[in-house]
């Protein structure tokens, strides 16, 4: 079973939010049933949009007419914008529900943080408990930690402060490091990917010659890496969401290939605490992708001839300039298909 419900934003044209989502997980070989918080015209990086959010109870509305007709063996529960705390609510208690019908649904949440500031309390206690697997980047890291993550020693706090809030695996899906800056001003930035994942408890028997056995468990044991990749100078919209939901996808697969030949097994169920070297394959597959798909939309600015302005205020991006960064997306189906890796995993 391979069904996923994505509960995120929507556009009419573009690619971030579902529209980011759906199609790589679909090529991948998931059925995903969508579920949109918001409906825009376009994504808000250009001048104008028009649409509306959609109101939570809308949303649960949706769930149960789901429910009702038996639609809801969902394999993963995928979510992305909120908008409100209301929405973070109902996505507990979809998640809540879906739990009840299979308790292995497995969660992942890509961070998206982009609200108001007192939504974050909130989403750290209603969701990041449930979480198999979040994907921040590096300013939802340190809005999520309240901890500075401008070294890879702060990123790596950060990521073990999560832990302690019950998430299993973290990818920090860009970071620029202060410590990790090139030493010539001539030499290409590079950005680093960095994943923890949670390694499956031991426990240790020990026998008292008073009181029989004595069962302790060892002490947490992580799998940390970084995946660096040089950084490319374009606009880009809608890359968060489709590495999230890249990385879902191989993050299943990649479990499913570690537990091949395992005795009484159901491979088609996700799993909590994934065996070593299961997150580090995924983000491997995932970079690979997400190079390929960024790299072509980086051709086709520069092409339209786009010149990249770092931080140009938006009522100076006409729509024409923001059309033509738009990922392209269904041009990189090949790439999505079959990744080729071209940035390896490093063990810290």
Known sequence: MKRILSIQSHVVSGYVGNKAATFPLQTLGYDVDAINTVQFSNHTGYNTWQGDRTPPTTVLNLFQGLQANGLVNYSHLLTGYMGNAESIEAVETILRQL?????????????????????IP????????????????????????????????????????????????????????????????????????????????????????????????????????????????????????????????????????????????????????????????????????????????LAAQRHAGIVYEPNLPRSERPSELVRHCELQLIQSKADIEHPVIKYRAERL
């Open 122 to 297: 909130l989403y750290k206690q209603r969701l990041l408990p449930y979480a198999n697997l979040i994907t921040p980047n590096q300013f939802e890291l340190e809005l999520l930690t309240e901890m500075p993550a401008r070294t890879q020693a702060g990123v790596l706090a950060a990521m073990d402060k999560l832990h302690t809030l019950g998430v299993n695996a973290i990818v920090v899906t860009s970071a620029e490091l202060d410590d990790l800056r090139p030493a010539s001003a001539s030499s290409v930035p590079f950005l680093y990917l960095y994943g923890s994942q949670r390694l499956p408890d031991t426990s240790i028997a020990v026998t008292s010659t008073n009181s029989g056995p004595i069962t302790l468990s060892a002490a947490p044991q992580y799998e940390r890496f970084r995946i660096g990749f040089p950084r490319l100078d374009g606009y880009f919209t809608g890359t968060g969401d489709l590495c999230c939901a890249l990385l879902l996808a191989h993050f299943a697969a990649s479990t499913k290939e570690s537990l091949a030949g395992t005795a009484s097994m159901n491979l088609d169920q996700p799993f909590a605490a994934p065996l070593p070297g299961v997150l580090p394959r995924a983000c491997e597959q995932t970079m690979a992708t997400m190079a390929a798909v960024m790299e072509r939309t």
């Open 99 to 119: 739990r009840q019908i299979n308790p292995s649904t497995f969660y992942g949440d890509n961070g998206h943080l982009y609200v108001s500031e007192e939504m």
